[in-house]
């Protein structure tokens, strides 16, 4: 019985995780998605080279203030910019790209700014990608999934063949 109840469990939590996994791709707003204060991003252009690159992911959290030369990530309302602080005004500050050769045409007020710069890990954009994507899901979850229910049945068939072969108070001689 104990066995039947670990083997439940297993499988709920699987099943959950598989259920919830489309909702996860699906959700396009990951903006507002942070752990301790700290928000993943994957970079999306070279606007930033040398400091990173298409497809690196950066870590941003809320700072206390912001200055010129730091990185900060603004929510224009339709996308996320991160890019370098070159001005500061009273209302905000302009920000550029450092691989570009204009400021940027929105002022970064103080409400739109989701956080500073913090890390940077680089290529770490690919592994996000192939993860939320259909060849990743399958790959790690469908297929260890399918792969443990598999044995799990092989292993109680074998189980349930065996006792067969020989019934209790039979004598093996």
């Known amino acids: 019985m104990k066995q039947t109840g670990s083997w439940i469990v297993t499988a709920g939590i699987l099943a959950a995780v598989i259920l919830a996994w489309p909702f996860y791709i699906l959700n396009d707003d990951r903006s507002n998605l942070s752990l301790f204060g700290y928000q ?8 930033m080279e040398p400091e990173f690159t ?3 992911m950066i870590i941003i959290s809320e700072q206390e203030q912001y200055a010129e030369g730091d990185i900060i990530t603004v929510n224009t309302g339709s996308e996320l910019v991160t ?8 209302e905000g500050f302009h920000t550029m790209g450092d691989a570009n050769a204009t400021v940027d045409s929105t002022l970064a007020e103080p409400g739109m700014i ?47 063949a065996k006792k067969d072969d020989n019934p209790e108070g039979a004598s093996s001689t």
């Open 40 to 47: 993943t991003l994957t970079v999306l252009s070279n606007s």
């Open 83 to 90: 890019h370098r602080i070159v001005e500061t005004v009273p």
């Open 114 to 160: 989701e956080g500073g710069h913090v890390l940077t890990i680089p290529y770490a954009g690919f592994v996000v990608h192939f993860i939320t994507s259909l060849p990743g899901f399958l790959l790690l979850i469908v297929l260890p999934v399918t792969a443990v229910v598999t044995m799990s049945l092989m292993k109680r068939l074998s189980r349930s």
């Open 54 to 56: 298409t497809q690196d």
